[in-house]
């Protein structure tokens, strides 16, 4: 084939390249890029296209040379142009099947009659490709039907591991699910959990984000915010609208992108017309990988993007062959003087075709790499690695099937695709880089990748930085990344962050990893990151609501203000009662104490005292000895003290009322008579004490509800005495009832003269007592929500009771001291009356009393002598 041919035809795009051999295999590769609207193909690809197909002529040529590989036996290969478009590519493809259809020749004749004579097209064993996973796809499925083996060199759609419906499909780069898994581990080791997927159209962008979002759903804890798609033919502002709706979650800042390269600059590029720049963080895939053409002139917007590259190596061997080929030396590839005058920006001269007067003319001896900038294509590798893995497959078939033979020997003649499939998946060898070639049961390499960072500031070399690896696990260097203007703390990317102590998640519905914090309240404290549970009762919640401390407990103390008023009044009330029971003790036989009634007026004074002292017990701190004496002095004080009031409210109203019918005396009337019936009426009280102290044996407790105000930094709990309200007021109930009895007999008694007995000032003392009691039962029972209830409650009823032994002691008793002590010249003995002289003149006055009222109501008023004295 010489080189006119080839350049006559270059733009009409020749077909194929034809390289004899004893086999042959298949080859598929992107030499042009898509064509425009009605053409297949279009402008020439030097890396993808020429780079690579030229690696699969350099690994022939070292295969063919190789005497312990495949010896004897010369490999040939029939290579076409997939211009980059699955349905063009699958129609290059039927070449390749060609042998193996049956074609009927019968009815054919030459013009001489005789049958004509056809070249039997030559049969492959395999086919090396295709590039894009469209592309493989396609071709995949009618390779399938003929079975014929193909390696992939770049394919890297996870459906292409479906072994039910590619199985004749093998590929020697790792499938996009472990791109996808590598990119999940990368997300997740950057602490994202809240991501958008961006998805060039076509199998490989679109099963690419698939795999990523089914792993990252298998694997949990990160969640998809946006799933985007760009079209195959974007119309103009598409990308502006992608931007746009990812900014409708501005949290998800990372981007997980599967887009061809000219897809993945108008994102940049739009991001950057929005403003953008910095605020993304694209995770990309190989498709990026370190590729410096996506990101030219937009490499600020792609400052800290991470890409991800399978594991490659420069194969030295083929940059010494590729750079030595020239047009004379390669005549075998039909498309490289198109190269040749892409890569040197010149124009070859043909028969017939004037010359661009714009464009220099080609010498011919140009030099790649001296002449032109020149870098090993990415895949290289793989496209070596792919061949040779063929190559081995038929060594180790033919040694079987053929052992000791030179040649082809008849049992691979013609060779069987299954078998050769068979022997494909057994291959096992170091590649052209040192890393074994070899394939699991659905025809995939394992994965092995280089984790880049693009990375601009604090570096001399701008550019693609290695910063991890991933071979089935990730091995990521986060101290060698870097951002946008350098910052080297890791952006966040998530839907909500994290929670303060003492605050609970409360989860979006059906998005995992959104949610809302709620702060624990009142008395509740953070039990786990979703739940809030009420501390224990005798508990409060820390500051930071994580967990639950002891309450302070607290009682009334001495030095306290609702303390202090009662204790003055109790201690001035015990020195009075004790200033008058000494005072009648010193004046004990003068006629005042005498008439007082002594027995009963010191059973009264006890009383007194003991009313007063129930204060210090009150606010004393509670034990059993304090809460065992807090029930018998509480009410015994009172019971004694109105016991012995009600002995003589009734004795007078007694002698007056038997006065009226006769002139004997009742019963019981005297001293020691009297003294019992009030130690009777004590003794009830005291039986009823002891037997509570039985029932319930007197013991403290901590009241938590009692202070447990909103704020649980106010909540205390209150050591007191196992009291109740209820029960309080049962002890002091009988109390009471006598009170109200001693009241009803004052009432009754008081017609009766003041010279003769003490009816009026008891009456007096009880109506005051009963206002007081009056005014404490609201006091007491309207604070019982109160936090200071404790407090309130103690103080009003020390006060209430003080206040009642003072109103007894005041009026009782009082003016009898003051007469004692002042006016010791009224506590003389005066002459003594009967019982019945007593009476009548106690009778006279109530008659004398009556007329009175009488007259002053018919507005008389007349003077009676006073006959009483």
């Keep these: 084939m010489d080189r006119l041919p080839a350049w006559a035809h270059q733009h009409s795009h020749p077909h194929s390249i034809k390289i004899p051999g004893d086999i042959t295999l298949g080859g598929l590769f992107p030499v042009h890029a898509k064509g425009p609207s009605g053409l297949p193909c279009g402008e020439i690809k030097k890396e993808k296209g020429i780079h690579r197909m030229e690696a699969m002529l350099y690994a022939l040529d070292q295969i063919n040379s190789d005497p312990d590989l495949l010896p004897n036996i010369t490999l040939g290969a029939r290579i076409l142009d997939t211009c980059s478009r699955d349905t063009y590519a699958l129609e290059q493809s039927l070449t390749f099947v060609q042998a193996l259809i049956q074609k009927d020749t019968s009815d054919i004749r030459c013009s001489n009659g005789e049958q004509p004579i056809i070249r039997k097209p030559e049969r492959v064993v395999g086919v090396i490709g295709a590039s894009a996973s469209s592309v493989s796809i396609m071709v995949a499925n009618v390779l399938r039907l003929f079975e014929i083996p193909q390696i992939s060199y770049a394919s890297t759609a996870p459906e292409l591991s479906d072994n039910n419906r590619y199985d004749f499909f093998s590929r020697v780069v790792p ?233 082809v020997c008849d049992k691979m003649d013609p060779v069987e695709g299954r078998l050769v499939l068979s022997y494909i998946r057994s291959v096992n060898f170091n590649g052209s880089a040192g890393t074994g070639v070899l394939f699991n049961e659905n025809g995939d390499a394992p994965g092995r990748y280089d984790i880049f960072q693009y990375q601009m500031t604090n570096t001399s070399n701008p550019g ?144 007194i005292f003991l009313i007063y002292l129930i204060t210090f017990l009150m606010i004393a701190e509670p034990g059993p000895v304090v809460c065992a004496f807090r029930r018998l002095l509480l009410g015994l004080g009172m019971c004694i003290t109105y016991s012995a009031m009600l002995t003589k409210t009734n004795r007078i109203y007694r002698i007056f009322e038997q006065g009226k019918k006769s002139v004997t005396p009742p019963k019981f009337i005297s001293p020691t008579s009297q003294l019992a019936i009030t130690f009777i009426l004590i003794s009830f009280q005291v039986l009823g004490v002891f ?46 009832v006598l009170m109200v009895t001693c009241t009803v007999y004052a009432v009754k008694s008081r017609g009766v003269p003041e010279t003769f007995n003490e009816a009026k000032p008891i009456g007096f003392t009880m109506y005051t007592t009963c206002i007081i009691w009056l005014a404490f039962v609201p006091i007491f029972f309207g604070t019982a929500q109160s936090t200071e209830k404790m407090f309130i409650q103690t103080t009003t009823l020390t006060v209430s009771m003080s206040l009642s032994a003072s109103v007894s002691l005041g009026m009782l008793y009082m003016p009898k001291v003051y007469v004692i002590i002042f006016h010791p010249e009224q506590n003389v003995q005066k002459r003594k009356r009967s019982f019945k002289a007593v009476v009548q003149a106690a009778t006279m006055s109530t008659r004398l009393s009556q007329k009175s009222n009488s007259d002053k109501q018919n507005g008389e008023t007349k003077l009676e002598p006073d006959r009483m004295q």
Excluded at 579 to 586: E, K, L, P
Excluded at 712 to 728: I, N, Q, T
């Design 691 to 736: 037997i509570w102290f039985g029932v319930v044996p007197p013991h403290t407790i901590v009241d938590y509800e009692e202070q447990r105000p909103p704020n649980p930094e106010l909540a205390r709990g209150v050591l007191k005495c196992d009291m109740s309200d209820l029960s309080l007021i049962c002890c002091l109930s009988y109390s009471i």
């Design 175 to 407: 499938p996009d699910s472990y791109q996808a898994q590598a990119m999940v581990d990368i997300v997740k080791a950057l602490g994202w959990n809240y991501v958008s997927t961006l998805a060039s159209e076509g199998n490989y962008g679109e099963s690419g984000v698939d795999a990523f979002v089914q792993i990252s759903r298998e694997a949990g804890g990160l969640c998809i915010a946006q799933s985007m798609k760009i079209p195959r033919d974007p119309k103009p502002g598409e990308f502006d609208k992608i931007i746009k709706r990812l900014m409708e979650t501005p949290n998800a800042r990372g981007v997980i992108i599967f887009a061809n390269e000219d897809d993945i600059k108008q994102v940049l590029e739009a991001a950057r017309r929005a403003n953008l720049t910095g605020h993304f963080k694209f995770v990309g895939s190989d498709s990026w990988g370190a590729k410096s053409s996506p990101i030219l002139d937009h490499e600020d917007v792609a400052e800290g993007a991470v890409t991800i590259l399978p594991k490659r190596a420069s194969i030295e061997g083929f940059d010494q062959y590729f750079t030595s080929r020239s047009l004379e030396n390669n005549r075998r590839n039909i498309w490289f003087a198109e190269f040749w005058e892409d890569d040197f920006r010149c124009k070859l001269t043909r028969p017939g075709i004037k010359l661009d007067p714009e464009k220099k003319k080609c010498t011919g001896n140009e030099r790649i790499g001296r002449d032109s900038p020149y870098e090993q294509e990415g895949k290289v590798q793989f496209v070596i690695d792919a061949v040779y893995a063929m190559a081995h497959a038929l060594h180790n078939m033919h040694q079987d099937l053929c052992p000791g033979a030179i040649g």
């Design 464 to 607: 693609y930085k290695v910063i991890g690896q991933w071979t089935n696990n990730l091995r990521l260097n986060v101290e060698e990344m870097q951002w946008s203007g350098g910052d080297r703390q890791i952006p966040d990317s998530v839907c909500s962050f994290p929670c303060r102590p003492g605050e609970r998640k409360k989860m979006v519905k059906g998005v995992p990893c959104c949610w809302h914090c709620e702060l624990c309240d009142g008395y509740q404290y953070q039990a786990d990151e979703f739940a809030c549970e009420m501390c224990p009762f005798d508990m409060r919640p820390t500051p930071n609501r994580t967990a639950c401390r002891p309450t302070p407990i607290i009682k009334l103390e001495w030095h306290s203000p609702w303390a202090i008023i009662p204790v003055f009044l109790a201690i001035l009330g015990i020195v009075a009662t004790l200033s008058v029971v000494i005072t009648f003790i010193r004046f004990n036989d003068t006629p005042i104490v005498r008439a007082a009634g002594r027995e009963l007026s010191y059973v009264l004074l006890t009383g």
